[in-house]
């Protein structure tokens, strides 16, 4: 069974997200920094249709030096532990499709991968294939989300 993904890209690595926990992409917008937060995962906050939205940069989930937002940077939106979170991803490539059969557990790889995501080899090439609620834990939106009243640009 094939499953559509949006294919990110962080650094040098591409990375599937599953078309089903998408809300919405846009353009990268400057963001309000949530002075409590000492996580490099939390780049801050944004203004999502008039909601209060963290945002995660993924730069630091891959273990990049994290930088300034650039204007060709995207936000993805996407809908982890009941809640809408931004990731901060350095450029939105398209839509693939990845048959089942095309994955394995990262730990088939490497067992420091953990199951945090899956593999994917395809014509295309290869591609981290990141399970939004695993790749982000709730523990670490919980852990930011006291930035409820902090006003945000957009």
Known sequence: ?????????VG????AMPETSLVEVARAVALERVPSSANDLVA???NLHGVVTLVLDLRARFGLAARAPRASDALVFVRAHQRSVGLLVDQVDDFVAIGAERAAPASSISPALG????????DDGVFVIAEIAA????????????????????
Not at 1 to 9: G, H, K, S
Not at 12 to 15: C, K, L
Not at 135 to 154: K, L, N, P, W
């Open 115 to 122: 199951d945090r995501c899956q593999i994917a080899q395809t």
């Open 12 to 15: 040098e690595h591409r990375v």
């Open 1 to 9: 069974m094939l499953q559509r993904f949006l294919i990110v890209r």
């Open 44 to 46: 801050g906050v944004c």
């Open 135 to 154: 790749f982000v834990s709730a523990t670490e939106i919980d852990a930011a989300t006291a930035a409820d009243e902090v006003a945000c640009v957009r």
